[in-house]
């Protein structure tokens, strides 16, 4: 069964403070990882999509990587609206050639100013 | 643009009521979704519509009726829902279903069960 686990579960930093989250992941056939910022109450906004080992990807004070089994999302001195629950999704070819993408359960930052 | 518009944002109703979810997009997407998420929760995937056509219905119970009238809309038509109904649900659209893209999702329709 495909397993996508991020960590940690909640993340509270500094302003200023760089940190990575990480996703780790058990898929055959991996077609594509996406990672999405989700505001409480909001739909998720999506950041990155991520295909193969060793591709980066950069936008603001993020940075998304990718290794066969996981991916890190690197921020940069984090400003407080940062803030938000980091989800990573993965995509791999499933059961009769399904693309459901499957989720993590994301990691809940808090950036205090 | 890679907006998708959800309507209405917030929706209140009864166990014997009949309301319907809306969800538009014009990004000339094929692929079209309905997920279910619960609080400290991950998206859960209800249903998927490719070229107009359910393709994925994750065994969602049939008070959940969904509906694609054209390639642009996605309906959710809601009845006889129980308390535990309750919850956001978020529309989401890419280009292909089963093409390796990522999908933009709407900000959601919080619904409550009374």
């Known amino acids: 069964e495909d397993q996508v686990t991020q960590s940690p579960e909640a993340l509270r930093l500094q302003e200023g403070e760089s940190s990575s989250l990480n996703c780790s992941y058990t898929?055959?056939?991996?077609?594509?990882l996406f990672w999405y910022r989700q505001d409480p109450g909001k739909g998720p906004e999506f950041l990155f999509t991520?295909?193969?080992a060793g591709e980066e990807k950069e936008k603001e004070r993020l940075k998304a990587t990718l290794t066969k089994k996981e991916s890190f999302l690197h921020i940069t001195a984090p400003k407080p609206e940062d803030s938000a629950t980091y989800l990573c999704?993965?995509?791999?070819?499933?059961?009769?050639?399904?693309?459901?993408?499957?989720f993590g359960r994301g990691t809940s930052l808090i950036v205090h100013p | 643009d890679t907006e998708v518009t959800q309507t209405p944002k917030h929706l209140v109703m009864g166990m014997t009521n009949k309301k319907s979810l809306k969800c538009e997009q014009h990004m000339g997407h094929r692929a079209m979704y309905w997920y279910k998420q619960k609080a400290k929760k991950p998206p859960e995937l209800m249903f998927v519509?490719?070229?107009?056509?359910?393709?994925i219905n994750e065994s969602v119970p049939s008070r959940f009726s969904p509906e694609c009238p054209n390639s642009s809309l996605l309906n959710l038509h809601l009845h006889a829902l129980q308390p535990e109904d309750s919850a956001l649900y978020l529309c989401a659209s890419s280009q292909e279903f089963r093409g390796n893209t990522e999908a933009f999702f709407g900000q959601g329709t919080r619904l409550t069960v009374v």
């Open positions: 898929v055959s056939g991996l077609r594509g």
């Open positions: 519509y490719s070229y107009e056509k359910l393709s």
């Open positions: 999704a993965v995509q791999a070819v499933g059961a009769g050639g399904s693309y459901i993408p499957t």
């Open positions: 991520l295909y193969s």
